[in-house]
Nanobody
């Protein structure tokens, strides 16, 4: 089970940190990812942290967003800096029980409920 939190309203250029707490399963064995879905658009990959090592980012968020994980808390984070209007979306965390993740939403088995991030001018 995944529980996402941390969304909210922030101005352009601001920061937010999203959290996704995992329960059940073996967190250390899971590859975790964040996706987002803006109104009227398809869900898209944002960032991933693979249990086998390494991270991945969408080009649109590179150098602004950072994904990290805390094994002691079974939690994955998404630190979002320099937010832009186009970052407005519902953000979802996802997990798959493999050492390596992908950027395809259909490869993920477990999903959190989503947390809304609204960036305003």
């Amino acid at each position: 089970q995944l529980q996402a939190s941390g969304g909210g309203l922030v101005q352009v250029g601001g920061s937010l940190r999203l959290s996704c707490a995992a329960s059940g399963g073996t967190f250390s064995s899971n590859s975790m990812a964040w996706f987002r879905q803006a109104p009227g658009k398809e869900r898209e990959f944002v960032a991933g942290s693979w249990s086998g090592g390494g991270t991945a980012y969408a080009d649109s968020v590179k150098c602004r967003f950072t994904i990290s994980r805390d094994g002691a808390k079974n939690t994955v984070y998404l630190q979002m800096n320099s937010l832009k209007l186009e970052d407005t979306a519902v953000y979802y965390c996802a997990a798959r029980t493999t050492r390596w993740g992908t950027m395809r939403q259909y490869d993920y088995t477990y999903w959190g409920q989503g947390t809304l991030v609204t960036v305003s001018s």
